[in-house]
Nanobody, 116 residues
C-alpha cells in the first residue's frame, strides 16, 4: 500500500507558475505515478504520469508543453511543474499511483486556483 500526500497548491495569476509535490511512502518500484485534477462540476481527468523506474512520461493534450512531471527517487517525491497557467487549469490536483492496471492509491489533493 502506498500513501500519498500532496502539497504546493495555491492561488496564482494567469501566466504564472506553480510546482506541486507528492511525497510517497512505501516501495515504489514498478509503480506508475500520476497527477490528475478535478474542477468543480467536472469529472476527474488525467494530467500526467511517469514510471518510477524509467523516464517514460505521458501528458494530456491540454497540458503538454506547459507541465512537467518528474520524480526524485532519493526522496520518494513526484513533482508537477506547471507553467503558463490558465484559468481553466483551476482544479483540485491529485497524486496517484498504479501498478499498471488501475489507479489504486490516491492522495487527498491540493487546490490550484488560477486568476485571470
Amino acid at each position: 500500500q502506498v500513501q500519498l500526500v500532496e502539497s504546493g497548491g495555491g492561488l496564482v495569476q494567469a501566466g504564472g507558475s506553480l510546482t506541486l509535490s507528492c511525497v510517497a511512502s512505501g516501495q515504489l518500484t514498478n509503480y506508475l505515478m500520476g497527477w490528475f485534477r478535478q474542477a468543480p462540476g467536472k469529472e476527474r481527468e488525467f494530467v500526467a504520469s511517469r514510471w518510477w523506474d524509467n523516464s517514460l512520461t505521458y501528458y494530456s493534450d491540454s497540458v503538454k508543453g506547459r507541465f512537467t512531471i518528474s520524480t526524485d527517487n532519493a526522496k520518494n517525491v513526484v513533482n508537477l511543474q506547471m507553467s503558463s497557467l490558465k484559468p481553466e487549469d483551476t482544479a483540485r490536483y491529485y497524486c496517484a499511483a498504479s501498478l499498471g492496471n488501475r489507479w489504486d492509491n490516491w492522495g487527498q489533493g491540493t487546490q490550484v486556483t488560477v486568476s485571470s
